[in-house]
């Protein structure tokens, strides 16, 4: 959670500016819409947003963290504080009337009153007219915060009373200093900023034991292929039960892919862009092995099989294969399709 403006500028830049510089001038829109990718963390702002406009005790433009209602908004406890989220595909009028309904009673505290719609693309027409009556004469101190991934898919009504905040995906830099600081290993948290853009998912995937035997997994396999009298058939096949997960198998092609990428980029002496960057050892010797040629068709072996995936194939006989070619390359020299340089 956050807990003051200068944790979002870390990722948001943009937006705290702009939020930060209405809270300070006393110029906050009503209506917002939160636009951007998953994990860009819309709803930890618009939560400190709220914190902010409720907290009784500002500095500045931060929130004090300390105050009655600072405390009851953490605890997801503040009554002028609604989060809309209900489950399912769509947000139903009935929802929305219930929330104008709430808004509108006495028990409520005096000062601010902020809602928060979680996926607002989900308004079917009649929820989204029911709304738009609230946002065209808003109660003076009634503010809403709607958040999107994409939002097009808004009633151009909606989008034209509010505020457009767009977030950015989350520089791929700052999710692996943020795992780093986590304690997670510098080339693991590099290996999933480039999986992940999303920071929650990053941290997830950091914390997965599963994750972490498949990217140790794909490093023992191409070490190796480094020595002649090492094969990973039977690592391969012992990791059998990390494939029955969906999610895992796509880590493991995607692993495979970023390696043979860096051998690439090593082979076209562009050393800054290898992202496993403690096996540079291995990967300069596997490069020195085959050709650019090579390196290049392995990789597309490698894009075509993740195609692949999608369909209901035979996993370890299709990664069998996969390993079989690599070996018989990096191994031994042989090329599996064309002799060209
Ligand atoms: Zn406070």
């Not at 963290?65 to 002028?80: K, Y």
């Not at 003076?140 to 977030?167: K, P």
Request: contains cysteine; glycine residues 2%; hydrophobic residues 40%.
């Amino acid at each position: 959670m956050f807990k003051n403006w200068d944790d979002v500028r870390k990722t948001q830049d943009g937006v705290a500016r702009i939020l930060t510089n209405s809270i300070a001038r006393n110029r906050v829109s009503h209506s917002y819409i939160f636009e951007g990718p998953k994990g860009t963390r819309k709803k930890g702002v618009a939560i400190l947003f709220a914190k902010t406009l409720l907290c009784t005790n500002p500095q500045d433009y931060n929130p004090c963290n300390a105050c009655h209602n600072c405390l009851r908004v953490e605890n997801n406890t503040h009554p002028n504080l609604f989060v809309i989220d209900p489950p399912g595909k769509v947000i139903k009028k009935e929802v929305i009337s219930n929330l104008i309904l709430e808004l509108s009673k006495a028990s409520l505290e005096p000062g601010p009153r902020i809602y928060i719609v979680i996926d607002a693309d989900r308004f079917n027409p009649s929820s989204a007219n029911t709304l738009l009556k609230t946002m065209e004469e808003p109660g003076q101190e009634v503010y809403q915060v709607l958040i999107t991934e994409n939002y097009n898919s808004l009633l151009s009504t909606i989008i034209s009373r509010a505020e457009i905040l767009h977030f950015l995906p989350i520089n791929r830099s700052i999710i692996k200093d943020y795992l780093v600081e986590l304690n997670v290993n510098e080339t693991f948290a590099n290996i999933i900023s480039q999986y992940t853009s999303d920071l929650p998912t990053a941290e997830k995937l950091a914390k997965n034991k599963e994750t972490e035997e498949i990217y140790l997994l794909v490093t023992e396999i191409f070490q190796n292929l480094t020595l002649k009298d090492q094969s990973s058939i039977i690592s391969l096949y012992q990791a059998d039960k990390l494939f029955t997960d969906n999610e895992n198998v796509d880590i493991f092609m995607n692993l495979l892919i970023y390696y043979q990428k860096d051998i690439l980029s090593y082979k076209l002496n562009n050393d800054n862009f290898i992202m496993f960057i403690d096996q540079k050892e291995t990967i300069a010797k596997l490069a020195k092995k085959i050709t650019k040629n090579q390196a290049q068709e392995y990789l597309e072996e490698m894009l075509d099989l993740s195609m692949k995936l999608k369909y209901n194939i035979n996993l370890q006989l299709a990664f069998n294969k996969l390993l079989m070619i690599l070996e018989r390359g990096y191994k031994y020299a042989t090329h599996s399709r064309s002799d060209t340089v």
